[in-house]
Every structure is written in C-alpha cells, then in structure tokens.
C-alpha cells in the first residue's frame, strides 16, 4: 500500500531552527513535494526534490533520501509567521499525488 | 499570476440536495484535481482529471463525481449531499504529472 507519515505537531520558539521529518512507502516514486498551509487558507508550494539531495531555497530547505524512503523540510530563523502545517506528498508511479496528514507547527516567541 | 477560483467560500445545504462545486484555473494547466480536507486526516483525493472529458477516481470517489467540458473548468458533484460529506473542499490544477500543484481558496461545505 501507499503511506506517508510525518509527525502531527511540533513546537519551536522563534529564531530557532526545526526540521520536520517525511518517511513514505509508495509504489514507485516520481517526486516528493513539500506544501506550507496557514490555518483557512489553501496550501502552497514550498518545494519538490526527485534525486537525493538538499535543495535550499531562502530559510527554507528540503533532503530527500529514495533509498531510505525519507525527506524532511528544514525551517531556520523560525518568525511567527511560519506557524502553519506543513504537507509532505509524494507522487507514486503511475497515479496522482499522495499528501501526508500534514505536521501542524507552532512558532512562540 | 496564476489563479484557480472556486465557486464559492462557505455553502449551505439540506441532506438530499444536488450539490455543484465549480473550480476555473486560468494557467492552460492539463491537470485538474477536487480533495476534501478533514481534521486528523489530511487531504484526501476524490477526483483527478488529465484532459478535457476524461476523469479518474481518487481514494474517495464514493458519492461524488466530476465533469471536465472545458480545459479550464472542473467541476465536482455530490449528488445527493449528505452530512458525512460536510468538509472543506480544494480544487488544484498543475501543468504536466510532476507539475507543482496550484490550489484554490477552498469551498467549506455544510450539509445539514
């Protein structure tokens, strides 16, 4: 079967660095996608990674390891305004994208 | 800017009704996808479309189904709305399979 999992809440205080964790089993595997959502409002795109490897982009980075079926979104200089939940979704071969339940964060000062 | 709009923020209806969703993307996108997000689960995929007139089923199909005339224009049916099916619903499109997905506001459906 298909799975993606990712821990439900995590907590940080502002300026810290956090890194929320992805593990996923699919039935192939074509991407992975990293979504920020803030509470009402629809998700967003953070990033995508297809070959092992970090890819960074501003205060935001992601890994990705396909042997290891993992992936995490490393979040620095934490502000308030990344309190959000973060999606971790995995595209398998031969279908749509799968998301992960998502990991609510929430940024203290 | 790309945009996909969807019919409506919040609606209200009655066990039994016709329900439409309608989401428009204006980005010439191929793909077009309808989920319903719930507390503790996540988002879950109903419909998925690749072309005009063609439809595949998600995880949930149960009790919707979709209809794709035009390329910019999915819309999702529940056709006999019922209070299991109160949630939030989001319709995204993407350009090709590992196209990042574009979402929509959301619709909130209460099904009383």
């Known amino acids: 079967g298909q799975n993606i999992d990712q821990p439900t809440e995590m907590t940080a205080t502002e300026g810290a660095i956090v890194q929320i964790n992805c593990t996923y089993q699919t039935s192939g595997f074509n991407g992975l996608f990293w979504y920020q959502q803030h509470a009402g409002e629809a998700p967003t795109f953070l990033s995508y990674?297809?070959?092992?490897g970090l890819e960074e982009k501003g205060r935001f980075s992601s890994f990705l390891s396909r042997s290891k079926g993992y992936s995490y979104l490393l979040l620095k200089e934490l502000q308030m305004k990344d309190s959000a939940s973060y999606l971790c979704?995995?595209?398998?071969?031969?279908?749509?994208?799968?998301f992960g339940k998502g990991t609510t964060l929430s940024v203290s000062s | 800017d790309v945009k996909v709009t969807q019919s409506s923020r919040y609606l209200v209806k009655r066990t039994g009704e016709k329900v439409f969703l309608e989401c428009v993307q204006d980005m010439d996108h191929e793909n077009m996808f309808w989920y319903r997000q719930d507390p503790g689960l996540g988002l879950r995929l109903i419909y998925f479309s690749y072309d005009v007139k063609m439809k595949e089923k998600g995880d949930i199909p149960e009790g919707y189904s979709v209809s794709r005339e035009k390329k910019e224009r999915f819309s999702l049916i529940l056709e006999s709305a019922s209070t299991n099916q109160t949630s939030m619903y989001l319709c995204?499109?993407?350009?090709?399979?590992?196209?990042?997905?574009?979402f929509g506001p959301g619709t909130r459906l209460t099904v009383l």
């Open positions: 995204a499109s993407a350009r090709g399979r590992e196209g990042e997905q574009f």
């Open positions: 979704a995995v595209l398998p071969a031969g279908t749509a994208l799968i």
């Open positions: 990674n297809v070959l092992d």
